[in-house]
């Protein structure tokens, strides 16, 4: 998918701006970026396109706005927006159809005729005062750092986002307490001389605000695309299977990460087909307890405490344990857990390598080969070289000989 709002060379006709040339794994070079697939669809007779337009501002902040002026606007104009107090300056993200979704999904018992109104187009003077209000926003925010430490305050400024016209500045912070600002901001509206609003957000916001690579080596989901933060429980952990280990389990963050829920679901709807864990198979041996399941194989472990002492560990199909539940519920015992192994043992398939391809030392044969037919035409030139100088060097002939004895 191309980027719409990159410029394209005029020789290869590819997008400049990430130099990714239209292959970008996010869809495009802004933030939560969305791809319209209701612009290709007619709309039904009689019905006029929504008035609606998603505009995007700083790190994937995004809000709704009527086109009342009825301006022609596509994806990725820069558009003036009308602001408490003031405007601000933001990028169309989205619009047509698609924005009603949007609208509904995010906010449901939002009404049309409230939402704030589209001034006009952004003219080379507004995107200028924008790019020198946003230009900064990087001394601002270390301005403020030392505010607070010098106010002794247990908070962290992470972002700072003014507004188009520069009337407003949000500044973004994280706290584990409730945090008294009021003289904060009494000297930040005397250094910064705007209006000043602090706002504060969470720790994942934070991160995806700040963005960042994640320990899959991609960029953070709540970076790219994902929108609402749902709560991750530990138990996600447990029903997958996976350590508890909070430093592989915590993002960047500092909080469970949010992909663990991605396969929640589908783990949840096969333990369907288990018994519960708690359950114990009963046998002339004794009791079985339950050590771990392998959902993809259907297998169960369970473990059989022996008279003699010590344990064994017995693996298990679960057509088998199911068996054995339904036995034990009629109230008999099975002899051993063993006789309900399956002693079939299933061999994998052994594949050979036939090309030589995917042997790591392939070349190697090949190097020594060369180095060899190196080494031997080195020598063959050292022989001739030394046969010539003895032939140079030789005993001289008889007539040289008469001449110096004349």
Not at 4 to 12: D, H, I, M, R, V
Not at 138 to 159: Q, V
Not at 219 to 233: G, I, P
Not at 281 to 309: C, N, P, S
Request: glycine residues 8%; aromatic residues 8%; positive net charge.
């Amino acid at each position: 998918m191309s980027c719409a709002t990159c410029a394209k060379n005029k020789s290869s006709k590819t997008p400049n701006g990430c130099k990714n040339n239209g292959t970008c794994s996010t869809g495009g070079c802004n933030k939560l970026e969305v791809f319209d697939w209701l612009s290709n669809m007619e709309l039904p007779r009689g019905k006029s396109q929504s008035d609606l337009v998603e505009v995007r501002f700083k790190n994937g902040r995004k809000d709704f706005y009527r086109n009342v002026n009825k301006l022609s606007i596509h994806s990725g104009d820069t558009i003036v927006v009308s602001a408490i107090p003031g405007y601000d300056v933001g990028m169309v993200s989205l619009a047509g159809e698609l924005v009603l979704v949007q609208l509904n999904r995010k906010k449901g018992n939002a009404k049309k005729h409230s939402l704030p109104k589209i001034i006009r187009r952004a003219t080379e003077e507004d995107v200028e005062k924008w790019r020198k209000v946003k230009g900064s926003e990087y001394e601002s925010m270390h301005e403020a750092r030392k505010m607070a430490i010098s106010l002794n305050l247990k908070m962290k400024i992470s972002d700072v986002e003014y507004q188009g016209d520069g009337s407003k500045a949000v500044f973004y912070y994280t706290a584990e307490t409730r945090v008294d600002f009021r003289e904060l901001i009494k000297l930040m509206a005397d250094k910064f001389r705007t209006r000043i609003e602090m706002r504060q957000i969470g720790a994942r916001q934070e991160s995806g605000r700040l963005g960042g690579i994640g320990s899959c080596g991609r960029e953070l989901c709540c970076t790219t695309w994902l929108t609402d933060f749902r709560s991750v429980a530990t138990s996600s952990t447990r029903y997958q299977q996976l350590s508890l280990n909070p430093q592989k389990m915590a993002g960047q963050c500092g909080k469970l990460k949010c992909c663990l829920n991605y396969e929640l679901d589908m783990y949840l709807e096969s333990y369907k087909e288990f018994p519960s864990t708690s359950i114990r198979l009963i046998t002339q041996r004794g009791e079985a307890v339950h050590q771990k399941t392998d959902i993809f194989k259907k297998l169960m472990w369970y473990w059989l405490k022996e008279d003699r002492g010590g344990g064994k560990i017995v693996k298990l199909e679960l057509d088998r344990v199911k068996e054995i539940i339904a036995l034990n519920n009629e109230g008999e015992k099975p002899e051993d857990l063993n006789k309900f192994v399956n002693l079939e043992q299933h061999h994998e398939p052994q594949y050979e390598n036939v090309v030589g391809q995917d042997d790591l030392t392939r070349f190697d044969k090949k190097f020594k080969k060369q180095r060899r037919k190196k080494k031997q035409r080195a020598r063959s030139n050292d022989k001739s070289k030394s046969q010539n100088k003895s032939v140079k060097t030789g005993p001289k002939s008889k007539r040289d000989n008469r001449k110096k004895k004349k």
